[in-house]
């Protein structure tokens, strides 16, 4: 891709059809977002939390990293440390996101790069499947391996940083452009899988980044600028609402499994939560990721998400990302701003260092030595071998790309994720196929992108099979194994008549195959998603409905009136709707295949063969979009300013809505609820038995941090930070050095330049002495004893049938009280290989945190009095086994 059809993207002006869903949910009680005192009375309010609280010396896990950053930031002068927190400009160098060097010390400028399934814009490199596909194998062993394997991609790469993975979006709407990024909808089993993945990347040297911090479930609004190219004339970002036991209970859950897992980087998002942008808002930085949390890592813009320079760094950011105001403005908020901010003592000496320390102890953290990294062996910018290392310049033509092969056997990975990951709806006994006699595919969702793989950029089109979302979450394929190609290999081998049409609306050639004696029909349909930047025939990010594209409804239709074996396979990036045919006898199998990867066909084919065991379902499949209560913000609601986007729901998204106001039998029942899946053999629950452990009454943390550290001193003198006359200036670079010493004023061009930090920053802001710790607070995740365990929990699963078999049990459990959800996940374990007649005894653990409610109160998580039940079972609705907490 050239540097030019990036910035074209990123400009499409489009319009789209938009329509408001009639939520359903009158008689149940609205979470009221109260109203505080901010600016505007009417809206929304995130309080003030500062100062922003530095590292501690003694978190777990992180004191040798801690040890080792002190030591080498020490040594730094000032202009090195806003080096370190400052991206060089888009596109100024060879990755997506880089910092500034310390030539001095022999430290490269760290590389970012995305993404969350694999290495964007390099060419031999692996496609993952998408996390929401790795989620449905439920497989822990599947998730440490994928992030291992990750990591390692990167890391021969040359990258310091992937950015990713994600659990935000979490899924709260079921059409969410960018929720395949992520896991589940589930807070608990995106958290462990969140964790999982960010271990194995670590593992390997490279450091993880949680995103996107907090409350980006839709791309609609994400931006006011990508907006308006969309023709929404608002002049801020939309703002994401929420109550403070949802975030701490739902959305921020899966974080704060992150900072447990011990991940080095966190990216704040793009939209604001309560009316403060993500990369400015001190509670949700400073409040919740670094206080209560205790987050020693680093956090960082998402690109061109930080729009302050001051505040943002007394909000809790550390690191500005790319590094301009605006892509290749040349100008930045932090940079030289930043240098003469601490200069002039806006910003205090301990915060500067603060953000230093963050970034190299989680650099330390990962393993990673100064003098040794591995080498950038790519460019973002473009796939030829030799052009500008600095490409926003043009400058510095070298070498850019060495095309090294960083694929390893990871493909042995994705087939087995992308199989296990599968999950089978629907099975009236033709699955697995056993040598059929004639095997019919139909569906342009099983063929090839006729531009071929990487045919549209970012993927952002809709031609061929779909094995990933599009927006930069995507990579490039190094191939793409079709289902056609797939389906026909094994058809060959195993002598059945093969034939395919891959078009979705060429009706007369269809019927006449279909109609043929002996047709199992497979008919392949999608329904893509992906980022806000691109859109695709009329999906702005977002889906715009949530029925299949490209008449899909209407071709599995027409093929099962007149086919009597039509196997349905589905990709797609989240629920759609099924109704209209899933009960149709005809339809003798119905597999959501997600979106696999590059090796879509044969993880394909393992499972309609039988060769691999499939996965569960991650998410909700309800008769009909307007059934999950919840959608994405359509239309501007506040005139030109910040769109309200208003989560009145609480917790009760997906399953948790469902259970409550469609229990089983109900009309508007789920079709297939949440954890469901059917498997080859059959699986029988016995013998729950719950114990109790013995551990420590919960106490509430106390005590003071120690304070503010201030590491080296720096020169007051304006000259001293001028432009170096032997560095050449590059065009739209971003320097920490200012390009006068004749006045602060003139060096930053900051149309408010001469405020100070009392007249525009909160009380507390440049405060460095000891602080109280939050109740709730400790290094690694909050207060150390929430992670006890308090109860375990062991249950038989014995295989009743005739094969040998995977078994996914799975542990919900009632909190008890009012308004609380019926029931929760809470515990799970994808059993692997059982025999025939073998039984296995699963153990589940429950923490304190996974038995407690967040109090608003008191400020942190309380065990209730209320009764709590607890379930083993096969899926959510379907629970053998059940006991009363003891
Ligand atoms: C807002 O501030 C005013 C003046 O300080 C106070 O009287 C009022 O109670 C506050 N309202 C809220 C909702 O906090
Ligand atoms: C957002 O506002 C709600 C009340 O309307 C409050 O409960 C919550 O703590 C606020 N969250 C943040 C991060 O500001
Ligand atoms: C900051 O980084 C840039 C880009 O790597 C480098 O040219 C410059 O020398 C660095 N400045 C300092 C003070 O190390
Ligand atoms: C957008 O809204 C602003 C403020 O109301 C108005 O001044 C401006 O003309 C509008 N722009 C467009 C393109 O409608
Ligand atoms: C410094 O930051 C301000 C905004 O706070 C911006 O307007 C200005 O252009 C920046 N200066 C430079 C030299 O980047
Ligand atoms: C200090 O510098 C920063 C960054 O340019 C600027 O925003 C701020 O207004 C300055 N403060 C004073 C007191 O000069
Ligand atoms: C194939 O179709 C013919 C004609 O309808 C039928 O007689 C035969 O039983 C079918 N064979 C199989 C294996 O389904
Ligand atoms: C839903 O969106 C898809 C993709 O844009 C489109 O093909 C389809 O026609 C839409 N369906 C309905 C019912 O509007
Ligand atoms: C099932 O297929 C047969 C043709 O084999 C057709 O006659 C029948 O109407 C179909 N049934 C349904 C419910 O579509």
Not at 430 to 448: Q, R, S, T
Not at 667 to 683: D, M, N, R, V
Not at 826 to 840: A, K
């Amino acid at each position: 891709m050239t540097p030019l059809t990036i910035i074209l993207l990123l400009t499409a002006v489009i319009t789209c059809q938009a329509f408001n869903l009639k939520t359903t949910r009158a008689d149940f009680p609205k979470i009221n977002l109260q109203r505080h005192n901010g600016t505007d009375p009417n809206l929304a309010y995130s309080p003030p939390v500062y100062p922003s609280p530095w590292m501690d010396p003694e978190a777990n896990g992180w004191q040798e990293a801690y040890a080792k950053a002190r030591d080498f930031v020490s040594q730094l002068t000032l202009p090195e440390k806003v080096n370190l927190t400052t991206g060089v400009g888009w596109m100024g160098e060879r990755c997506v996101g880089n910092v500034g060097s310390i030539p001095r010390m022999g430290l490269r400028g760290l590389c970012m790069q995305d993404g969350p399934l694999g290495i964007r814009f390099k060419d031999y490199a692996t496609a993952f499947p998408v996390g929401m596909t790795a989620a449905a194998s439920w497989s822990r062993n599947l998730w440490r391996d994928r992030g291992k394997r990750l990591g390692r991609t990167h890391y021969q790469s040359g990258v310091d940083v992937q950015l990713g993975p994600a659990a935000g979006p979490l899924g709260r709407n079921p059409t969410g452009g960018r929720n395949w990024e992520g896991f589940s909808v589930d807070p608990y089993l995106s958290g462990i899988a969140f964790a999982d993945v960010i271990t194995g990347i670590q593992s390997e040297g490279v450091v993880a980044t949680a995103k996107h911090w907090l409350g980006n479930e839709q791309e609609r609004f994400r931006q006011a600028g990508e907006a308006r190219g969309y023709g929404f004339n608002i002049s801020e970002s939309m703002s994401t609402n929420m109550d403070d036991k949802t975030l701490h209970e739902v959305y921020a859950w899966p974080f704060q499994d992150a900072v447990h897992a011990g991940v080095g980087a966190f990216m704040c998002s793009y939209q604001q939560l309560n009316n403060s942008y993500g990369c400015q808002n001190s509670k949700l930085m400073n409040g919740i990721l670094k206080d209560e949390y205790g987050f020693q890592g680093f956090v960082m813009s998402d690109w061109q998400a930080q729009h302050a320079g001051v505040s943002t760094a007394a909000a809790g950011l550390d690191m500005t990302m790319p590094g301009d105001t605006t892509f290749n403005s040349g100008l930045s908020f932090w940079g030289g701003n930043l240098t003469l901010a601490v200069v002039n003592g806006t910003v205090p000496e301990w915060r500067i260092d603060d953000m230093a320390m963050r970034i190299m102890a989680a650099f330390f953290k990962v393993g990673r030595t100064v003098g040794n990294q591995p080498e950038i062996n790519f460019s973002s910018w473009t796939q030829d071998t030799f052009g500008p290392a600095n490409m926003a310049a043009g400058e510095n033509i070298e070498q850019i790309n060495y095309h090294v092969d960083v694929r390893e056997d990871h493909a042995y990975h994705v087939r087995e994720s992308g199989a296990k990951g599968t999950v089978i709806l629907k099975n009236n006994g033709v699955l697995p196929l056993k040598k059929p006699k004639f095997i019919a595919v139909v569906g342009e969702d099983a063929g090839p992108n006729s531009h071929g793989p990487n045919g549209c950029s970012d993927r952002g089109c809709a031609d061929g099979t779909l094995a990933m979302g599009w927006g930069s979450g995507s990579v490039e394929f190094p191939y793409l194994v079709t289902p056609d190609s797939a389906i026909q290999a094994q058809a060959l081998q195993d002598g059945s008549r093969y034939e395919s049409i891959l078009d979705n609306y060429d009706w007369e050639k269809i019927s006449q195959l279909v109609a043929r004696p002996n047709a199992t029909a497979i008919v392949f349909a999608y329904a893509g998603a992906g980022e806000g930047y691109i859109n695709v025939e009329g999906n702005e990010g977002d889906r715009q409905n949530m029925t299949l594209w490209r008449s899909g409804n209407e071709l599995i239709k027409n093929i099962s009136a007149i086919n009597p074996n039509t196997v349905v396979v589905l990709h797609t990036m989240g629920p759609v709707e099924v109704d209209e045919w899933y009960d149709n006898p005809n339809v003798t199998a119905i597999l959501w295949a997600g979106a696999p990867g590059q090796e879509s066909g044969n993880s394909l084919v393992d499972i309609l063969y039988g060769k691999q065991s499939p996965g569960r379902t991650v998410f909700t499949w309800g008769r009909a979009h307007e059934d999950y209560g919840v959608d994405w913000l359509r239309e501007a609601n506040n005139g030109n300013g910040a769109p309200q986007d208003d989560f009145e729901e609480g917790a009760f998204i997906d399953y948790r809505h469902f259970d409550r106001d469609y229990p089983p039998g109900s009309e508007k029942a789920p079709i297939y609820e949440f954890g469901y899946g059917l498997s080859w053999s059959t699986f029988d629950f016995s013998n729950l038995q719950v114990e109790k452990r013995n551990v420590q009454p919960y106490k509430p943390t106390t005590g003071q941090t120690i304070a503010a550290p201030v590491l080296g001193n720096f020169s007051t003198d304006l000259a001293d930070y001028t432009f170096p006359s032997d560095v050449r200036y590059l065009y739209q670079f971003i320097y920490p050095w200012l390009n006068t010493s004749s006045s602060g004023e003139e060096a930053s061009a900051d149309p408010h330049y001469g405020q100070t930090a009392e007249e525009f920053l909160p009380p507390g802001a440049t405060d460095g002495s000891p602080q109280l710790r939050h109740p709730a607070s400790g290094p690694n995740g909050g207060n150390s004893q929430l992670w006890d365990i308090v109860y375990t929990i062991t249950a038989t699963v014995t295989n009743t049938g005739s094969v040998m078999d995977d078994a996914i049990p799975q542990l919900y459990l009632s909190h008890g009280g009012e308004g609380e959800p019926v029931r929760v996940l809470r515990g799970f374990e994808r059993v692997e290989r059982i025999n025939p007649g073998e039984s296995r005894t699963v153990r589940m653990e429950l923490t304190r945190r996974d038995i407690s409610n967040w109090d608003t109160v008191s400020q942190n998580w309380v065990v209730t009095p209320f009764e709590k039940t607890i379930w083993v079972g096969s899926s959510s609705r379907n629970l053998a086994l059940s006991s009363v907490l003891p």
